[in-house]
């Protein structure tokens, strides 16, 4: 089993950065990827962002194309979201999770609250 935690997360005001890392322990050579989620009130939770845990290769939604950043250091078993430009619209609980395989993403964090103030 892999297990993860996130941290970084707070308020921040429009147009600010954060950086989220999410430590992941247990077994995880297994991890094929890393995704970072978020999900606002009233709101489906969507993926922002993707990364190959060994390949690198990454996914971003286009709604923060240009703005944040996925990244991960294999020697520490961490990745990372780096965000800037903040937007109100950005507010949600931002979750990572670790998938075995490319199918679902079955490994979740506690989750870590974003707030951008206007």
């Known amino acids: 089993q892999v297990q993860l935690v996130e941290s970084g997360g707070g308020l921040v005001q429009a147009g600010g950065s954060l950086r989220l890392s999410c430590a992941a322990s247990g077994r995880t050579f297994s991890i094929y990827s890393m995704g970072w989620f978020r999900q606002a009130p009233g709101k489906q939770r969507e993926l922002v962002a993707g990364i190959s845990w060994n390949g690198g290769n990454t996914y971003y939604a286009d709604s923060v194309k240009g703005r944040f950043t996925i990244s991960r250091d294999n020697a520490k078993d961490t990745g990372y979201l780096q965000m800037n430009s903040l937007k109100p619209e950005d507010t949600a609980v931002y979750y990572c999770?670790?998938?075995?395989?490319?199918?679902?993403?079955?490994?979740w964090g506690q989750g870590t609250q974003v707030t951008v103030s206007s």
């Open positions: 999770a670790a998938r075995s395989s490319r199918y679902e993403y079955d490994t």
